[in-house]
């Protein structure tokens, strides 16, 4: 048994031992296990969620074979269930695999309580009725409910979910969190001990940037009335200002400095998505909201407060030339900053707490803590239900989805941007009139060899009358796009199924460990050209 | 399901390739023909077979390629595990390349992959040129880079400087890190190589070494302080075997005592070996949709089924799920794809002197030269026995190596970088001697 610390070494890296802990409590219910479903569980497995309950009423058929990879020769005849199972044990036997062979569309009919012992439930290949059902079902219980579909060279992806609420969202690209031009008293009282006019080279080439940028940024106030730069031909004086200050051109810092000081530019105080977290009603807590929600209203009563307009201080700052002694000490005032404004949020929260008659230790330090840490970063993401989307979409954007004409490019340096051209959009409608095709025909366009022209129309009209319905009259799908559509015949494409299971793990992850953002829309892969599309309906 | 028409393996892919369609490539040919031509004639390539590699094998067994080879120097290790969903815990210490070959021949019959347990550079070059198409599932640029030179030597042009179509070696390339990924297609001279634009891939930027001995302010400074400085103080001439645990142990402690120095919060035994290792974190839902991109892509720039990806696609999903593609452009003065250096001689030049040469052209600066003229050795560095059977073609004219021609395509091989930051690469040049061409060829020789 290999030390499961050295197995998920690089996936550590990325969610830390707490993703890692969330993925080992979750148990998840896969329904149906064609290629799609196999290949998403695949990926999860790998990565050691806690348990798998794989639900398929199927048996294993020679075409299998051709596309699935949890299937083989000797498992022809036998449960598809059973046999994906099987094989999806053999990768990692921490996970507890069970199956159970029964058509999920009956479950979904017969069982709904069948879903509410779940983490997840990842419903693949499931038409728009038996989406609709399962998804009230889920929505009900609270359980977390993703779809994944491949359709030949198609596929979709969606999350549904009444909220997911991310302290940990990880972005790439944050602006770092220095106060640079808003400092609290211990920082500009650590700069103030720091003079930029000395004589020392070693001490000039050693001034950190952020005492550099703190102190111009008070010198440049001071002749201005208050303000900081902010028109370009302010900001560039203000970078000549910097730059007046080196006494030879190879001082790194001051290079630092410039590069940096859009950091002084920027706007005080929160930014956009975080104002809408804070202005949301669930920040009037009672005693049914969650942690999140509550540490959500004590941040708004600490940015008001003591904030000043700000959040919790996030305590870090990035690696920047410096003596070893100006950056540790610099290290530790932001750090004892962001401790203490840690304090002054978990009393808050505590106070709360105690306000909607909840137990004021039921949140523990630790998480108050990283919420601090993390306050700026917040996201909430909140789905509507499937039905909705399907019944009444946005209706206004999926006009703009449709018409479209996009194939436009846009000229950079030296690339060109290819624009999703609608292909997306009338992919998206015309799996929906597949469906639809399907309850009237008893199968799926092209499905056979049979009828290849008729289908091609009826398919159309279906198409037509679907966008009828969704008010979208004016809309069309191109007759190229139907006559591919029906060439698929509902294929399950290996390569499809593994790029659209790839996708739907990937946001599983992100959903149970509560690391990072989830999509949010109707994903739909386009295979035709790679030029897929988020359709926000 | 009625049984009355038995059913094919191939179900799914049949209503791809076998019906027409009018979103689809200009060399289509929807039909069994098709299906029966990827299946027995067209032989593809997969370059690695870690993440995206064990993943490329069974997309592309499963994309109707029957003729498979896979090319791979490591050894299966326990981190794999996370994500090679070929290997198993008792697999550790086995060649990658031969297990995932096994592993997906067991599971989707009909499928021959062939292995190769060895280094890229190992390959003779006319070993590459034996596929229809290459697939790179590589986490280093190096790599990449050394693979893009290869099959752009393949490149002819003609006379007005067109590429040539029958000697255009299309490669997919797939890369991740993380939650984000790229795939692209590159049809040398066609779409820009790997090395057109090479600017994507910025090199790592290295610690000075005088932040490591004077000032050092993180976790990481201290660490490669222990590792590159360190060391060797401690351990006369003893090399540093980042795979030794008793080494990774030795510089984590001496990190730790140096961070303790300075006060320096953060140095872990899972920092150091990140650090010193340059770890790249790596899952398998990432792994398992750059691979399904690249292995669709395969598929449809040997088939025509769809349109192809026009070029470069890339996936993010750490906010959000974003994708985008982009069409790069040719750099049209590339060293690799494009229609070669020129390099004028005189007749009586030898080929040692032509070798010496390289080393100082500004353009090239290559060195450990090895000569090929239309697949023959002219002189070898390696293996020993080949340079002892070609060295003494280093005194002859290279003229007369070349049968008199006058101008000609000569390949060679080497190491080229500044500093001693040398890799491994292969250029195509453009031999002219002088005299012996008419004016008017002199011409088009100049278009590099
Ligand atoms: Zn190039």
């Known amino acids: 048994m290999a030390e499961p610390k050295v197995k998920y070494d690089r996936q550590l890296r990325i969610w830390g031992e707490q993703g890692q802990a969330a993925l080992e409590k979750a148990s998840i219910c896969l329904l149906n296990c064609g290629p799609t479903g196999s290949e998403t569980l695949k990926n999860l497995v790998l990565g050691g969620v806690g348990s798998i309950t794989v639900v398929d009423g199927s048996k294993v058929e020679v075409g299998d074979l051709g596309n699935n990879f949890m299937v083989d020769e000797s498992s022809v005849g036998e449960s598809k269930a059973k046999c994906v199972c099987t094989f999806l044990q053999e990768l990692n036997d921490a996970v507890k695999a069970k199956f159970i062979e029964d058509c999920p569309e009956e479950l979904i009919e017969t069982n709904p309580s069948f879903f509410s012992q ?76 720091i003079d930029l006019n000395t004589t020392d080279a070693v001490v000039q080439k050693h001034t950190p940037y952020i005492v550099i940028l703190v102190k111009i940024a008070e010198e440049w106030a001071n002749t201005h009335g208050g303000n900081l730069p902010s028109t370009r031909e302010e900001k560039r004086q203000f970078k000549d200002l910097i730059k007046s200050k080196m006494i030879t051109a190879d001082e790194e810092n001051y290079k630092e400095a410039m590069e940096a000081s859009y950091k002084v530019f920027s706007p ?78 978990e009393q808050r929260v505590r106070n709360l707490l105690k306000k909607i008659g909840r137990d004021p230790a039921s949140i523990s330090k630790a998480n108050i803590k990283n919420f601090s840490k993390n306050a700026r970063k917040l996201a909430v993401c909140r789905y509507r239900l499937i039905e909705e989307e399907f019944n009444s979409p946005v209706q206004s954007e999926l006009q703009k989805y449709l018409t479209d004409e996009g194939h436009g490019t846009l000229q950079e340096a030296n690339s060109v941007k290819v624009l999703p051209e609608n292909t997306a959009a009338g992919l998206y409608i015309l799996l929906r009139a597949a469906d639809r095709f399907a309850v009237n025909y008893n199968k799926f366009p092209s499905e056979f060899d049979s009828e290849m022209d008729e289908d091609i129309s009826r398919l159309k009209t279906t198409a037509v009358s679907l966008l009828n319905d969704l008010g979208c009259n004016s809309s069309t799908v191109s007759e190229d796009l139907i006559n591919e559509m029906c060439r698929y015949g509902a294929s399950e494409l290996h390569v499809v199924s593994a790029f659209v299971g790839g996708v ?22 386009n295979g035709i050209d790679n030029n897929s599309q988020l359709l926000l309906l | ?108 019959s009909g499928v021959d992959i062939k292995s190769h347990f060895c280094r890229i550079e190992d390959k003779p070059i006319s070993f590459y040129n034996d596929f229809h198409i290459i697939v790179l599932g590589l986490d280093s640029i190096e790599a990449r880079s050394y693979i893009n030179s290869v099959a752009c030597s393949f490149l002819e042009y003609d006379s007005d400087d067109n590429p040539q179509e029958e000697s255009i070696k299309p490669m997919v390339d797939g890369g991740t890190e993380g939650f984000k990924g790229h795939a692209r297609i590159i049809m040398p001279g066609v779409t820009p190589c790997f090395e057109c634009t090479i600017w994507l891939f910025p090199p790592q930027v290295k610690f000075p070494l005088c932040t490591l001995a004077e000032t050092p302010r993180t976790a990481a400074h201290c660490i490669e302080y222990a590792h590159l400085i360190k060391w060797d103080e401690a351990h006369s001439g003893k090399t540093f075997d980042p795979d030794d645990p008793e080494h990774m142990q030795w510089v984590y402690s001496e990190a730790v005592k140096r961070a303790e120095l300075f006060g320096i919060p953060g140095v872990t035994y899972s920092l150091t070996q990140g650090v010193v290792k340059n770890i790249i974190p790596a899952i398998a839902s990432t792994n398992a949709i750059i691979s399904a991109a690249c292995a669709l892509e395969t598929l449809k720039v040997v088939s025509g089924c769809s349109k192809t990806l026009t070029n470069y696609l890339t996936y993010n999903g750490v906010e959000g799920l974003h994708t ?19 390099i004028e001689l005189e007749a009586s030049v030898t080929l040692k002197k032509f070798i010496d040469l390289l080393e100082d052209h500004p353009k090239l600066l290559l060195i450990r030269v090895s000569v090929t003229y239309r697949g023959k050795n002219l002189y070898m560095q390696a293996p020993p026995i080949l340079e002892e059977m070609t060295r003494s073609n280093l005194d002859l004219p290279l003229f007369e190596l070349m049968g008199k021609t006058p101008r000609d395509i000569v390949h060679v091989t080497g190491a080229a970088g500044k500093g001693d930051k040398k890799q491994s690469c292969s250029r195509k040049l453009r031999v002219v001697f002088k005299g012996m061409v008419g004016v008017t060829d002199m011409d088009m020789a100049g278009g590099a």
């Open chain 1, 118 to 193: 779940f983490t997840l439930v990842i419903a693949t290949q499931l038409v728009e009725d038996s989406m609709v059902k399962l998804d009230r079902i889920c929505r009900e219980a609270n359980i977390i409910l993703i779809f994944a579909r491949s359709y030949g060279l198609m596929g979709l992806v969606r999350i549904s979910v009444k909220e997911h609420t991310v302290i940990e969202s990880k972005p790439d690209h944050f602006l770092d969190d220095l106060r640079l031009n808003n400092p609290w008293p211990e920082l500009t009282r650590f700069t103030e001990t």
């Open chain 1, 268 to 345: 005080r105080g929160i930014g956009v998505s975080l104002q809408k977290i804070i202005d949301d009603s669930c920040t009037e807590v009672d005693s049914s909201s969650s942690d999140f929600w509550v540490m959500v209203a004590a941040l708004k009563e600490f940015i008001a407060n003591e904030g000043g307009g700000e959040t919790p201080l996030e305590g870090s700052i990035p690696d920047m030339t410096s003596s070893t002694e100006l950056y540790v000490n610099l290290q530790k005032t932001y750090q004892a900053k962001a401790e203490a404004d840690f304090l002054v949020m």
């Open chain 2, 324 to 342: 985008k593609v982009t069409e790069f452009v040719r750099d049209k003065d590339c060293l690799v794809c494009g229609p070669g250096v020129l």
């Open chain 1, 504 to 525: 739907a793990s990937q946001e599983v992850i992100k959903l149970i460990t509560r690391q990072f953002i989830p999509m949010s829309g109707t994903f739909i892969f």
């Open chain 2, 1 to 108: 399901m009625a049984d009355s028409i038995p059913q094919s393996r191939s179900r799914d892919l049949d209503k791809l390739l076998l019906r027409p369609g009018n979103l689809v490539g200009p060399t289509f040919e929807a039909g069994a023909q098709l299906r029966d031509d990827i299946k027995e004639c067209v032989r593809v390539l997969v370059i690695g077979a870690g993440g995206l590699g064990c993943e490329l094998l069974k997309d592309l067994a499963f994309s109707g390629f029957r003729n498979l080879e896979v090319i791979d120097m490591d050894r299966i290790e326990v981190t794999n595990l996370n994500r090679q969903f070929l290997f198993r815990l008792g697999d550790v210490g086995k060649p990658k390349a031969e297990v995932a070959a096994k592993r997906v021949m067991e599971r989707v």
